[in-house]
């Protein structure tokens, strides 16, 4: 998947913070009219819906386990998304993913809890130790 590439990725130590980039490549289509999803997934488990912004910006979802430590933002006209992490903990440490997909017909926590997303990038590392 080249459509779209995530950075920011790298190792912490807990209690650090990060700062996650997901943008459109290769010019093949935009993010506008597109849902953000962030995933991730760690060696072992299964991938976890984390947090997802709708198109527009105005509503999002966030897991449990993140709320309160993990903040999405996106800028349409730079055909980019950021998930902004702080507090980080060894727990988090996995391989993060962005995804993209309209959202016309259903709900960003829908979208985040079924993964039902047609566009994904190739992910980005975060390891969180001391």
């Known amino acids: 998947q080249a459509l779209l590439v995530e950075s920011g990725g790298g190792l912490v130590q807990p209690g650090g913070s990060l700062r996650l980039s997901c943008q459109a490549s290769g010019g093949a289509f935009t993010l506008d009219y597109h849902a953000i999803g962030w995933f991730r997934q760690a060696p072992g488990k299964e991938r976890e819906g984390v947090a997802c912004i709708s198109s527009d910006g105005s509503a999002t979802y966030y897991a449990d386990s993140v709320k309160g430590r993990f903040t999405m933002s996106r800028d349409n006209a730079k055909n980019m998304g950021w998930l902004s992490i702080e507090s980080l903990k060894p727990e988090d440490t996995a391989t993060y993913y962005c995804?993209?997909?309209?959202?016309?017909?259903?709900?960003?926590?829908?979208?985040?809890?079924?993964?039902?997303?047609?566009?994904w990038g190739p992910g980005t590392q975060v390891t969180v130790s001391s």
């Open positions: 995804a993209a997909d309209t959202d016309d017909f259903t709900t960003v926590q829908d979208m985040c809890e079924s993964a039902d997303f047609n566009n």
